[in-house]
């Protein structure tokens, strides 16, 4: 396939970029700063492109099969974090120009404001208060994709992630914000970013979580 990555750059972009062209498809990554891309490949396109501009991206992703996004925007306690809506917002407008209907993005567990309710007293009480921006922006544009008709959108939602390789463990999944165990509690709490990249990549041969969300993880 034709496949046109943002956040290409990122930790989990990369393994994304390197596990697609490992498959056989064909990439083009839209970056900031082309330079910092460090991979060679006569199927990959490193592109400079601005992901709040329709005009910027438009031309990039004609003749792509599906748009494939690791973006990832920075916790903020003295501002509302607004990135991943507003990216959101200027990626559809691109796509629809360039008649791509096909996106898969990744969040996070525990977007959905109540859904942490169930997780370990440290994961509740400090780590989400910390990141509560990032995940109020994610749930935003979650809900922003969930009204939007006319494309086919895929979300993501991985535990706290570890700059790990791709294993071959199965993939455990749910549709909601934490993948439950037997009891209905959150089961484990961290997947490698190359499983990640893996697992997004294994939606492109299917349609089970299109116009969905799934949380993910590894057993």
């Known amino acids: 396939m034709k496949i046109a990555v943002l956040g290409a750059t990122g ?9 697609a ?3 056989g498809h064909t990439v083009t990554a839209v970056v900031r700063n082309p330079g910092k891309l460090a991979v060679h490949h006569d199927n990959l396109k ?3 492109g601005n992901i709040f501009s329709v005009d910027s991206l438009k031309s990039h992703f004609k003749g792509q099969d599906v748009v494939m996004s690791c973006l990832g925007f920075q916790a903020s306690f003295f501002s509302a974090v ?17 008649r791509v209907s ?18 370990s007293y440290l994961i509740r009480f400090l780590l989400l208060p910390m990141i509560r921006s990032v995940l109020t ?6 809900q922003f994709l969930q009204k939007t008709e006319d494309i086919n959108w895929t979300v ?6 570890q700059n790990l390789p791709a294993s071959a463990q199965e993939f455990l999944t749910h549709e909601g914000y934490f993948v439950p165990d037997s009891n209905g509690q ?7 970013r190359g499983d990640v990249a893996r697992f997004m990549l294994s939606l492109l041969n299917s349609n089970a979580w299109v116009k969905k969300g799934v949380a993910m993880t590894t057993k």
């Open 11 to 19: 930790q989990t972009g990369q393994y994304l970029v390197n596990q």
């Open 21 to 23: 062209l490992q498959q």
């Open 46 to 48: 490193v592109v400079e």
């Open 82 to 98: 607004t990135g991943y809506t507003l990216s959101m917002n200027a990626v559809l407008g691109a796509m629809r120009e360039a």
């Open 102 to 119: 096909r996106i898969i993005t990744m969040t996070s567990w525990y977007t959905e404001p109540n859904s942490g309710t169930q997780s």
């Open 137 to 142: 922006n994610m749930f935003e544009m979650e």
């Open 156 to 161: 993501v939602r991985p535990p706290g992630l």
């Open 186 to 192: 959150p089961t484990g709490s961290r997947v490698g």
